[in-house]
């Protein structure tokens, strides 16, 4: 009753600050910090206690370890007489109890305080198991300098976890505590040697090994040297120390084998890059099923201060280049706005004053929607963004957990699918591997403790994904990387570039059914490189570390869902054939949700015999026409074909007796733009350019400035003029009576 009341008044409840360990999936440490007193002081599970150490620390520091309640009154009574008889201590009765208890409270080693170490001790034991104490003694036992503990000690002194020591090893660990100075490890091997097998000449006698394993545990060489601690995947290790501060050991999901794999290739091939003045590189793996994050380098070399190595280029926000487009079509899928073959133009346009160009500054004319993806066509996909709406988009990305689009929301327009914003290598990799999960985007498991998540939240259907896959998987496309080596064993993956504005940040980011692998290249100064691109920097990495990850996949490729199927449509539009459609292909679409339009890409057009005049059906004569087919093309197309001297089909002038009234298909006026201001220099006065696109029907457009007549041109003509100052209207008619109208303001500096 008595020592339950003084139990209860002195409570004994032992804290001990161990060091951070970071551990890969497979129990291997991957990193270890300092412990926050400076020592090497790593937690030791009492799965890593094995037999063998356990039966060899007992028989050497306390045989009666597991039959005491804490202390030995028979050790205590024996050492008491020899220190009487001898008059000074010759012989200790602690237990690993009372060393347990020393070891957490260290004191001036007199009666008193061996009295009230007995009491600790007898507290311990009535707290903890012996497995606990046990486990205890081997997480702080002394192996001189900062190492304090058997796995701190089994790994810098040895390299290897506690599970793997040899008796040998095990004695000369067992031995050290009690003289840390003159046997320390690595400096004093030959007194260790000889204290070994002292020890080990007395388990012989005490017959706790056979014969045979005495001796070969002394004919083993002592091969021991103070070893650097544990140093991979620093900045993951770095990341999960930060967000786990009191948590001594850290079960990350990282793969031993693919981070170190990682590590050397990155470091690798930037070492290849630092002719062209490119630094630094950051890779992150996905596994697809479990979510795992199987390899993580933030940077190529941690190491290298210079360049910016312990920058996490994984959590760095960069301009993402075109890689959120994907993203961006299967949403348009899901909208039936378009399918795979939907026609769509690649000429120059104005966005309300935004005039993106692409990548090349070339054009296309018109493409398929596969093709502008596949080919990461710039004015294609600000075209579809504008339809799809961009809120909608960044709603997506806010989905997906885009931290940085979320600040920047309300300042994003149509600019951010050519990068015009922020995200980081982890947003990017975890967006595309629910590319493979079928449309569903799941948590990312850094840790074992992170429960796998079977069903994920739907950020694009199955089928958005079906198609979209199909399309990432080309490989004829501009961003296959023109290098033989890099295209001989091409993996089979689909996967996307980007390449940031001004060349600063390379991307590709690719995926199977089992990984999703996210690169990024560039330097984090910023500084951008003329040679770099997704294409032809990042692509090559990535192709390489598919090649080593998971070149030949079990796990075969992604299924048509039943909702998907095929149909036939014009090659021409992507629309349902119309009756001139005599060129057919089939195309993937979704059923139910993807659009049904009939093709009109050409039209029915009443002219005379000879195709000179044209007739609306109001001036329709009686006899004397015929009636033939014509491209229905839509006003940029015409600008652009005009503007390249590009030869097509020609609509006949209409007929100029007609006295009909048009009114849809009026100009639509390019420059200036609406609403914009103008500052005109005064002793310089500039011009301002005239343009507009109109339909294939128009043959001469007029122009008016504050509702006077300046100029009458043929559409596709330039024209300028010298504004006045102040609010400006400016119209446009063309030759139907159709009229647009916008409004400018013009300042002097």
């Given at each position: ?27 291997t ?35 009666y ?11 205590m ?23 347990v ?59 290897k ?8 090893e095990?004695?000369?660990l ?9 046997l320390?490890?690595?400096?004093k ?35 021991v040297n ?58 992150m ?15 190529a ?12 280029g ?57 093709f ?37 929301a ?6 951010m ?6 995200v ?96 990024w ?27 080593s ?9 992604f ?13 021409v ?19 139910g ?8 890409h ?12 044209s ?12 009636r ?11 600008a652009?074909?005009e503007?390249k ?26 420059s ?19 343009s507009?696109?109109?339909?294939i ?6 122009w ?29 008619s ?16």
């Open positions: 009753m008595s020592f339950l009341l003084a139990d209860l008044l002195f409570p004994f409840q032992p804290k001990v600050r161990y060091s951070t360990q970071i551990t890969a999936k497979d129990g440490v991957l990193h270890a910090f300092l412990s926050k007193d400076d020592k090497w002081r790593m937690y030791t599970n009492i799965s890593e206690i094995t037999p063998l150490l356990q039966k060899t620390l007992i028989h050497k520091e306390d045989q370890f597991y039959y005491h309640p804490g202390i030995n009154p028979f050790a009574l024996r050492a008491a007489g020899r220190n009487i008889f001898t008059g000074r201590r010759t012989s200790g009765a602690s237990t690993i109890t009372m060393q208890v020393r070891l957490l409270e260290p004191k001036k080693r007199t009666y008193l305080n061996k009295l009230a170490e007995s009491f600790r001790a007898l507290q311990l034991e009535f707290h903890y198991s012996k497995e606990e104490i046990l486990q205890l003694y081997l997480n702080l036992v002394p192996y001189g300098g900062n190492i304090e503990g058997i796995k701190a000690a089994s790994l810098l002194y040895f390299g976890p506690p599970q793997l020591l040899s008796l040998a095990i004695t000369a067992t031995i050290v505590p009690n003289r840390p100075s003159s320390r490890p690595g400096t091997n030959e007194a260790l040697i000889r204290a070994r097998n002292l020890w080990l000449s007395r388990f012989q006698e005490d017959n706790l090994f056979d014969k045979n394993t005495i001796h070969d545990a002394m004919n083993e060489p002592l091969v103070r070893l650097i601690a544990p140093k991979q995947a620093p900045h993951l290790a770095l990341r999960l120390k930060q967000e786990f501060p009191d948590q001594p050991v850290i079960s990350s999901n990282i793969n031993v084998q693919v981070q170190h794999q990682i590590e050397e290739q990155v470091k690798n091939y930037v070492n290849r890059l630092q002719t062209m003045n490119i630094h630094n590189a950051a890779v793996i996905i596994n697809n099923e479990t979510m795992a994050v199987e390899a993580y380098a933030g940077s070399d941690f190491n290298n201060p210079y360049d910016g190595g312990q920058v996490d994984i959590r760095a926000v960069r301009s993402p280049g075109s890689t959120l487009k994907p993203l961006l079509y299967a949403t348009a899928f899901d909208k039936g706005i378009i399918t795979p073959k939907t026609a769509l133009n690649d000429v120059p346009s104005n966005f309300s004053g935004y005039e993106p160009e692409n990548f090349d500054q070339h054009f296309n004319g018109q493409v398929t929607a596969e502008a993806l596949a080919n990461s066509l710039n004015i294609p996909a600000v075209k579809i963004l504008k339809d799809v709406g961009t809120p909608v988009l960044i709603d997506k990305l806010k989905k997906a957990n885009f931290q940085t689009i979320r600040k920047q309300k300042d994003l327009g149509l600019s699918i050519l990068g015009g914003c922020g980081t290598l982890e947003e990017l990799t975890r967006l595309f591997a629910a590319f493979s999960n079928e449309g569903e985007l799941k948590p990312l498991r850094y840790t074992s403790e992170m429960a796998s998540s079977k069903k994920g939240e739907a950020l694009i259907s199955t089928e958005a994904t079906f198609l979209l896959n199909n399309i990432l998987t080309q490989i004829t496309r501009p961003d296959l990387p023109t290098n033989f080596d890099n295209t001989f064993h091409l993996p089979r993956i689909a996967w996307k570039t980007g390449t940031s504005y001004g060349k600063r940040d390379a991307w590709s980011i690719g995926y199977n059914r089992r990984y999703t692998v996210g690169v290249v560039g330097n984090f100064s910023g500084e951008g490189v003329p040679e770099l691109s997704g294409a032809n920097t990042a692509t090559p990495l990535l192709f390489s570390i598919f090649n990850l998971d070149y030949n996949s079990p796990k075969g490729w299924q048509m869902p039943s909702n998907v199927s095929l149909r036939k449509i014009c090659a539009s992507g629309d349902i054939p119309g009756d001139f459609c005599d060129h057919q292909i089939t195309d993937y679409y979704i059923i949700v993807s659009p049904y339009h009939k093709c009109q050409l039209k029915w057009i009443f002219t005379d015999p000879k195709g000179k005049i007739y609306c059906t109001y001036c329709l004569p009686e006899k004397g026409y015929v033939n087919t014509y491209p229905n093309l839509a006003p940029e197309l015409i652009y074909y503007s001297k590009i030869p097509y089909q020609k609509l006949p002038p209409h007929n100029p007796s007609c006295e009909r009234v048009f009114h849809e298909g009026s100009p639509l006026i390019v200036p733009n609406d609403g914009s201001e103008y500052f005109i220099q005064t002793n310089e006065p500039q011009q301002i350019q005239l507009c696109q109109t339909g029907d128009v043959q001469e457009v007029f008016y400035l504050n509702d006077k007549l300046v100029k009458r041109s043929s559409p596709h003509e330039a024209v300028f003029i010298s504004p006045p100052v102040g609010r400006v209207k400016i119209s446009c063309d030759d139907k009576g159709r009229n647009s109208d916008i409004v400018i303001s013009v300042k002097k500096i």
